[in-house]
């Protein structure tokens, strides 16, 4: 009997907003929890929210994503500098 507290592999990757696909690697890699009932994967609301909990991210850890687009823009700024400063010079 499945009742109210089980998703199918279906509407659980609907609710993480991901394909089957990613959603079978989650559950491969232990990731996040499933269980198969017969020839069907289910997985609980609980397990799921857990899942989406310890993925939160924290603030700070992205950092890494934009600093360097960031140093990236400077460094073409600059680059222009130097190109513009020998122009004027000859």
């Known amino acids: 009997m499945v009742d109210g507290r089980w998703l199918s592999s279906k509407d659980a990757a609907e609710r993480l907003g991901v394909s089957l696909r990613t959603l079978y690697r989650l559950i491969d890699e232990g990731q996040l929890v499933g269980y198969q009932i017969g020839r069907n ?6 397990d799921l929210d ?3 909990q310890r993925s939160r991210i924290t603030p700070g850890d992205l ?5 360097f687009d960031e ?3 400077n460094h073409q700024n600059l680059s222009s500098v130097e190109v513009d ?5 000859d």
């Open 85 to 89: 400063t020998q122009s004027v010079v």
């Open 63 to 67: 950092r890494h994503l934009y600093q």
């Open 71 to 73: 140093m990236d823009a």
């Open 50 to 52: 857990d899942y989406v």
């Open 41 to 46: 994967i289910r997985l609980r609301h609980e």
